[in-house]
């Protein structure tokens, strides 16, 4: 079964080109343009993992984090931030409040890819 | 009324003085003792028989002039809060205890001078008092049922068991205490109480005569213009009157400054300088009440009495005539209580003066450095005590000798024009440096001479030697030498004239003496520390005004004599504290000798307490240079102090404005820190977009319309990174202000029409309408490429808020006359009103940090401030307008 991946991020451009790879590889990729229709997205379809941008209308990213944590359905759900907030503090802060992995931008598609892969065993 | 009845009246009244006087020193610093009503109420003894009496005297025969007695003290007080203050501080800060004590210490503690001015205060005095005793006698005969008031003998005249008792009150009361400088609360309770009866009395009286015996004042007036002699009694006379009104307003203005009981009152007894704010207007209230019925009753008794009788007597011959005895004793008592007020508190003064200026210094110092505490304690008493006395005693005679021949309203003038020698050298010693002791000497000296001859001199011969002529013909013949008509002046009354030229004179040799003497380095720091009393104030106890040599426990021993060994020790333990001195020094240096002479001061005088110190030291001259020196020193230490506060100050001030720029520093830095990481992320984004789709387009199996959609992308992001660049640098440009304007005059309506056109295609493409309804011509002068971008930037930033279809965009043009206003609104969503203020800033994102705006770079606005600032203008958001946004700038027509 393919995995299934939700992809977050208000830049259509970036989303665009993510996207097409993902689905190179053989992923069921979902996409939403803010927190409140990712968690949406998220409870119907019980992603794998979250690829989730911080800095987003609405809802930003930190707030839909806790939300996928607070929910029972989605507790193997895994969550990686791909942010362009990409200082050390920035990092830590997003690890600690439960992000599986961190990932900054700009970033290389290749190797997103193959960490996702790593996560997700 | 029976002569024994008033006898006993008059002992229970003084009975009861006795009682209050002893709870008033029992409570003295109870508020009912110490407070400015008391302090002004004491001020009225300067009211005496001669005002309680005599003014009636005088209104009835020559009119209005009793008034200018009052009317000095009333020109002089408001001065009070200048000189007296002056006067007050500088006698605390010596301990001064009379008018002689400070005219001598002015001059450098003259015993010579102070001897003289104590003299000269008795000649002014003793008389004053005998012609209170004549008024209490006369009064005494009037209202019982006594004939003759001229006794044979003076043991059975009751006047003088009268001035035997006063002697004793005073004796008891004024010598509580050895230091004359303590306050005699006890005393002063008694004068104030004292004045608030004489006031009432003479009111009653007035009223009586006034509202019972007439028909109100104006009837009194018009029964009285019936008498032949009315205009004289109305009427100020001619220029001849007015000079004698102008000596006499000036010998009392005189009077209340240097009349030794007032000196008393009003500088001795003052517990605090701000009683004066009340007293100066209070005492001149006093005054005029005193004088309203004067002239009432005097026309009255014009009127109702036969010609023969006293005048001075009006006031209870009235009731008497009528048979009103309550209200003529009231008359009497208030009289009498007026008798005593004056006699207590003048001899008083007087005993101190005598004892302090005559007999210490000149007979009994040598005995008092002799005798041990009590001993002294009991001598410096039974001085003053014989003193009053003898004071009262000659008092009593002078009157038995000379009353006759005197009216209570002339002995007062010859009273005050004595007193008035004092004017010179106490007034000028204020004020002049150079006045020397030689000069006051001599000066009242001369004045006294003067006076003698043109006042005591007639009065004199005409009861010793009736036949000899030279009061009518002038000495040895000379019509000049007139005793009371000195140099042909022969329109002045005695008085004046007297005054005039004893004035004159002894003015003239104070100043002549004192320019030609040279003081002695004493008199001179004196008058220095007197002159400029203010910049001494604060020395440690005048600490320069003596040099030498001198033992702690020589003047130990002298002030033992004198204060006691408890009071000495205790004295001395606080001046070591207050300066800091060691318990186990030897040497006295120039703060004790100082110290030591003003505690003695307040016991013997100063001319005394300046012998007997330095018979226990050796003194060498300080020069007046050296006092100078030190003051400066003062000065300085003063002067460098307030440097050190201004400089502390300042520095305060410093370290605030850095904290202050420290503050704006760290926002500054902070705001640059958020501004890179705002760019950085800002140029982020588009990096990345481009670099995903330029990694995915590696994959060559991608569909050729896919692929040329990447490629768009990634065109489309190279442009937005390449505006976020270029307004990053225009931005910067702008606020450096490295931009060079190109300004020029242009129509603002046709740089609208063209920016409407360059967003044409968009706003066709929304499907949203630009109106610009404005036709007329607008010139100004401004940069058009820079107007243009902020109007498309406005127009741009509208069209992305409006919604497609919908969208309704206005622009408005207004002439303003000086400058051009430029509106755009539109009926967008608005901004959130707590982000009005902030839409300018730079990369401004609405509160919450992680929200994107919906596109642009986020400088747009900032950009349009920038720009509209450079040309002096303003923009803002119209926060009244609430069907979308509006945003308004205005430029100056002509920069």
Redesign the interface.
């Known amino acids: 079964m393919n995995k299934k991946i939700l992809i977050v991020d208000?830049?259509p451009?970036?989303v665009?080109?993510?996207e097409?790879?993902f689905k190179?590889k053989d992923f069921d990729v979902f996409i939403a343009r803010d927190g409140t229709e990712a968690l949406e997205i998220a409870e119907k379809e019980t992603p794998d993992l979250i690829l989730l941008d911080?800095?987003?209308?609405?809802m930003?990213?930190?707030e839909t984090l806790k939300r996928v944590r607070n929910n029972k359905e989605l507790q193997h759900t895994k969550v990686v931030f791909l942010s362009?907030?990409?200082k050390e503090k920035d990092i830590e802060k997003g690890l600690k409040m439960g992000a599986d992995s961190y990932m900054t931008?700009?970033?290389?598609?290749?190797k997103i890819i193959s960490d996702i892969e790593g996560l997700l065993g | 009324m029976s002569s024994y009845v008033v006898g006993l009246v008059i002992v229970l009244y003084l009975a009861m003085l006795f009682v209050l006087a002893y709870f008033a020193e029992k409570n003295p610093k109870g508020k009912w003792v110490s407070n400015p009503y008391v302090y002004t109420l004491s001020l009225a003894v300067y009211c005496t028989a001669w005002t309680y009496y005599g003014s009636v005297g005088i209104a009835s025969s020559s009119g209005i002039s009793f008034l200018a007695v009052y009317l000095g003290p009333v020109i002089a007080l408001p001065l009070w809060t200048v000189v007296m203050r002056k006067v007050i501080r500088i006698s605390k800060q010596h301990k001064i205890s009379s008018i002689a004590d400070f005219i001598s210490m002015r001059y450098g503690n003259n015993r010579l001078l102070g001897a003289l001015v104590t003299i000269t205060c008795l000649f002014a005095i003793i008389p004053y008092i005998s012609l209170q005793l004549k008024a209490v006698s006369e009064t005494f005969s009037l209202i019982s049922t006594k004939e003759s008031y001229v006794s044979t003998g003076f043991f059975d005249d009751s006047t003088f068991y009268i001035a035997l008792l006063i002697a004793v009150f005073v004796a008891f009361y004024g010598t509580l205490s050895t230091d004359t400088s303590q306050h005699k609360k006890g005393i002063i309770a008694t004068v104030a109480l004292e004045s608030i009866l004489k006031l009432s009395f003479f009111l009653a009286i007035g009223i009586y005569v006034t509202f019972y015996l007439f028909d109100g004042t104006s009837d009194v007036y018009t029964q009285a213009s019936l008498q032949d002699n009315l205009e004289q009694l109305t009427s100020f006379g001619g220029l001849e009157n007015g000079f004698n009104w102008l000596f006499t307003i000036c010998l009392s203005f005189f009077a209340i400054f240097l009349l030794p009981r007032q000196f008393h009152v009003a500088v001795v007894e003052n517990d605090n300088e701000s009683y004066l704010r009340k007293a100066i207007w209070l005492f001149p209230l006093y005054l005029l009440l005193f004088n309203v019925f004067v002239i009432f009753i005097a026309w009255a008794g014009n009127i109702s009495l036969p010609e023969t009788v006293n005048h001075d007597y009006y006031s209870l011959l009235l009731p008497l005539q009528r048979n009103n005895y309550g209200l003529a004793l009231l008359v009497f008592i208030g009289g009498f209580t007026t008798v005593i007020s004056m006699i207590v508190v003048s001899t008083l003064a007087l005993s101190t003066m005598v004892s302090n200026n005559i007999v210490i210094p000149y007979g009994f110092i040598k005995t008092l450095v002799e005798g041990n505490p009590e001993e002294n304690t009991k001598r410096i008493k039974n001085i003053r005590r014989v003193a009053i006395f003898l004071l009262i005693i000659i008092a009593y005679f002078f009157y038995v000798k000379f009353s006759v021949q005197l009216s209570l309203y002339s002995i007062g003038l010859i009273s005050f024009v004595i007193i008035a020698q004092l004017a010179p050298s106490f007034f000028m010693g204020l004020t002049w440096r150079r006045g020397t002791a030689r000069g006051a000497e001599i000066g009242i000296l001369v004045g006294l001479a003067i006076v003698f001859y043109t006042l005591f001199l007639p009065i004199i011969s005409q009861v010793v030697m009736p036949n000899v002529k030279f009061v009518e013909e002038g000495l040895f013949g000379y019509a000049w030498l007139q005793p009371t008509h000195l140099f042909g002046l022969d329109y002045l009354t005695p008085e004046s004239n007297a005054f005039l030229w004893s004035i004159s004179f002894n003015t003239l040799t104070f100043v002549g003496f004192s320019l030609r003497t040279k003081g002695n380095y004493r008199e001179r720091n004196y008058a220095e520390m007197f002159v400029n009393h203010e910049n001494y104030g604060n020395l440690q106890e005048g600490g320069f005004i003596w040099k030498g040599e001198a033992y702690v426990a020589d003047i130990k021993r002298l002030l033992n004599r004198f204060l006691g060994e408890q009071r000495t020790d205790r004295a001395l333990q606080i001046f070591n504290k207050k300066y800091n001195i060691s318990e186990t020094e030897e040497r006295a240096d120039a703060r004790l000798i100082n110290f030591s002479e003003k505690l003695l001061t307040g016991s013997i005088g100063s001319a005394s307490a300046k012998i007997l110190l330095s018979s226990v030291s050796k003194e060498t001259p300080i020069s007046l240079v050296e006092v100078l020196n030190i003051l400066e020193e003062s000065k300085e230490t003063k002067a460098s102090n307030k440097l050190l506060v201004e400089k502390s100050k300042e520095l305060s001030a410093m370290a605030h404005q850095l904290k202050a720029a420290n503050e704006e520093l760290r926002v500054q830095d902070k705001l640059k820190d958020e501004f890179l990481d705002t760019v950085?992320?800002e140029l982020?984004?588009p990096?990345?977009?481009i670099?995903?789709?330029s990694?995915?387009l590696e994959?060559e199996g991608?569909p050729p319309g896919?692929r040329n959609?990447?490629l768009e992308?990634i065109s489309?992001?190279t442009d937005r990174l390449d505006t976020l660049i270029h307004n990053i640098l225009d931005l910067e440009k702008l606020s450096s202000n490295r931009t060079d304007l190109d300004i020029s005059e242009h129509n603002m309506s046709k740089t609208i029409h063209k920016a409407i056109k360059g967003v044409e295609q968009i706003a066709t493409k929304k499907d949203v309408e630009i109106k610009f309804p404005d036709k007329k011509q607008v010139l100004a002068a401004y940069d058009e490429d820079r107007i243009l971008q902020v109007l498309t930037n406005l127009l741009s930033n509208s069209l992305k808020f409006t919604e497609p279809h919908k969208g309704r965009i206005k622009i408005l043009l207004k002439d303003l006359g000086k400058e051009v206003l430029v509106a755009v609104q539109d009926n967008g969503r608005g901004i959130p009103d707590e982000d009005k203020d902030y839409i300018f800033e730079k990369f401004y994102q609405s509160k919450?940090?992680?929200?994107?705006k919906?596109q642009g770079s986020g400088l747009g606005l900032a950009i349009c401030k920038k720009i509209v600032e450079s040309h002096k203008g303003t923009i803002a958001v119209d926060k009244e307008f609430a069907k979308g946004t509006q945003l308004i700038f205005t430029i100056p027509k002509g920069l």
């Open positions: 208000d830049e451009n970036i665009m080109s993510l097409y790879a190179k911080i800095m987003m209308p609405e930003d990213g930190y362009a907030k990409s931008k700009p970033f290389s598609i290749k | 950085a992320h982020k984004t990096i990345t977009s670099k995903a789709a990694e995915v994959d991608m896919l959609r990447f992308n489309r992001d919450n940090q992680n929200i994107k919906p």
